[in-house]
């Protein structure tokens, strides 16, 4: 199993450019997440999805967008990048968030700069 | 208010040496789940320890233990016998069982370890 893959590792966009970073899992969970990680900080919820078809905010959603097509991809879109967008992003996925134990495995990170 | 507060930015510690990372919690719901993550340099989130609200004993994984004191609201990360290759940031995390409302699972800002020879 690859496990959680995401592209692209780095990308550097202008201000006012979209872009869409990728997330894959191959373990066939149902519950998918992105979040954000600003320098010295710990991670934020943008989005998650709890089954294709199915998503919903998280603690900072504004200026993202994403979709659930199938359960093995969960696409995070940005609109209109601003540098307050400067950030790792980090997609995780996990079987479940009622059961106990259940901890979500995380992509590689994508480097992000807004310039 | 701080659902996860990690007190500590840095920790230092002696090879071979055995150190606590600190990390309370807030929370009004009786089922919940913590977790500690590692994210070495590289950059990757790596997964070490679960305790769920309504284990028994504490949670322990190799070198890894979690003294989790639930009248505190505390889950400290104890690591034992420290290794070089410890040397990374820790996060604590909590994921609350949603009871109506969005599910927001919530990380600290991080402790930094390093580890010295």
């Known amino acids: 199993n690859a496990g959680v893959t995401q592209t692209p590792k780095f990308r550097i966009l202008k201000i006012g450019q979209s872009m869409t970073l990728q997330c894959t899992q191959d373990m066939n969970h149902n519950y998918m997440y992105w979040y954000r990680q600003d320098p010295g900080m710990g991670l934020k919820l943008i989005y998650y999805?709890?089954?294709?078809?199915?998503?919903d905010k998280g603690e900072v959603p504004n200026g993202y967008n994403v979709s659930r097509s199938t359960t093995e991809d969960f696409p995070l879109r940005l609109e209109l990048a601003a540098p307050s967008q400067t950030s790792v992003y980090f997609c995780a996925s996990s079987y479940s968030f009622l059961a106990g134990g259940n901890e979500q495995f995380f992509g590689p990170g994508t480097r992000l700069t807004v310039l | 208010a701080q659902k996860i507060t990690q007190t500590q930015p840095g920790m230092f510690v002696q090879e071979k040496e055995a150190v606590t990372l600190d990390c309370t919690y807030d929370?009004?719901?009786?089922?919940?789940?913590l977790f500690w993550y590692k994210q070495p340099s590289s950059g990757e989130m790596i997964f070490l320890i679960y305790q769920g609200s309504y284990d028994q004993q504490n949670a322990t994984e190799g070198r890894y233990s979690l003294n989790f004191q639930k009248a505190r609201k505390s889950a400290n990360l104890v690591i034992s016998a420290s290794q070089l290759g410890d040397s990374a940031m820790y996060f604590c995390a909590m994921r609350e069982v949603p009871s109506g409302g969005s599910y927001i699972p919530t990380f600290g800002r991080g402790t930094s370890l390093i580890v010295h020879p």
């Open positions: 929370t009004s719901d009786p089922s919940y789940g």
């Open positions: 999805s709890v089954g294709a078809g199915i998503t």
